[in-house]
């Protein structure tokens, strides 16, 4: 681990202007994803600047019957908050299907949020990978690829994003407030938060330099039936190959949110559309320009079924 300095903000506002100050500055929270990178030298932060001070660790009420949950609330608090369990239950499922009980207790839900890929290219520094070395190359294409994208990626990163709270979020239709370096806010919704890799793959955000997420909100809950189901290769502790986050309503309209499979959480409009036809339809537009490798274009396939037996489980429930 290189040499770097530290500073304990004690607002966000100064925070945001500490990481626009000094140059290759990050922010610390939960720790969980940026000290791994840091221990590989993936990530080598000349400034390192601490959060766990700062008061974003609340869920409250939002004024139009929604619900706020700060930047600093664990992975563990978001599932097991009472309001979020009854009414945005497909988050508190997608949450406790992420990796493990301690990591969840320390694990934050804007750290979540910008949790980088794990993809095994970007992890092994031998390799060239443009979200890691911009230019180098991606020795994931043409390589192994089983639990890379199957859409939404690009002719220098099949990268998936691995985050399963992001998923349910995307369904849900979550915004993202923020405070800039000059104390200014932003809302940004979570469809616009990640970005695909076009040519640019290591810019994985719609932040801005310094910017800090201070909240996420969720908005008037709208009832129906919340489902998250996670494919993976192991039982518990393992990214998705696939997974599925809807909320599906007792006429069978709703809407449907994939992970796995992607750069940024999956959801297109014309699917939500389709899903009163069935999952054979929902997948057709779920999936409409899909370029899978030959390792991993069984995931085709298997969204379908596990969006089918989502909506089976759905209509029992119903």
């Keep these: 681990m290189k040499p770097f300095t530290f500073e304990r903000a004690t607002t966000p506002s100064a925070a945001a202007a500490a990481a626009a100050r000094v140059p290759d500055a990050k922010f610390i929270a939960g720790g969980t994803n940026l000290l791994d990178l840091m221990k590989l030298q993936i990530e080598a932060p000349a400034h390192i600047i601490d959060l766990t001070k700062l008061d974003l660790d609340r869920i409250e009420d939002t004024s139009d019957g929604g619900l706020r949950i700060g930047a600093l609330v664990t992975n563990t608090n978001v599932a097991a908050h009472g309001r979020v369990r ?28 910008l949790q980088r890929t794990r993809c095994p290219y970007f992890y092994d520094t031998n390799q060239p990978c443009n979200k890691r070395r911009p230019g180098s190359g991606c020795a994931a294409i043409g390589g ?11 002719d220098v990163c099949i990268a998936t ?29 979570i469809a616009d938060f990640h970005r695909l890799p076009g040519s640019t793959p290591h810019i994985e955000t719609a932040l801005t330099p310094g910017e800090l997420i201070t909240s996420v909100t969720l908005p008037k809950p709208i009832g129906g039936t919340h489902i998250y189901r996670k494919v993976r290769d192991r039982a518990s502790y393992a ?31 014309a699917a939500d ?33 596990t969006l089918a037996a989502v909506m089976a489980d759905a209509k029992a429930s119903a």
């Design 144 to 154: 192994v690829s089983r639990q890379l994208a199957v859409i939404g990626s690009s």
């Design 86 to 113: 009854r009414e945005y239950g497909v988050l508190s499922r997608a949450v406790v299907a992420g990796a493990s009980g301690q990591l969840r207790n320390k694990a934050t839900t804007a750290g979540n949020l």
């Design 161 to 189: 994003n691995p985050s399963d709270m992001a998923v349910a979020m995307r369904v849900l239709d979550a915004t993202v407030e923020t405070v800039r370096p000059d104390g200014s806010t932003r809302a940004i919704p």
């Design 239 to 269: 990214f998705a190959l696939v997974s599925v986050a809807a909320i599906i309503q007792p006429d069978g309209t709703g809407r449907v949110a994939a992970g796995g499979i992607a750069p940024k959480p999956w959801r297109v409009a």
């Design 273 to 305: 559309a389709e899903m009163p036809r069935g999952s054979k339809d929902v997948t057709t537009q779920l999936l409409a320009g899909a370029k899978p490798t030959p390792d991993n274009a069984f995931k085709l396939r298997l969204v379908e079924r």
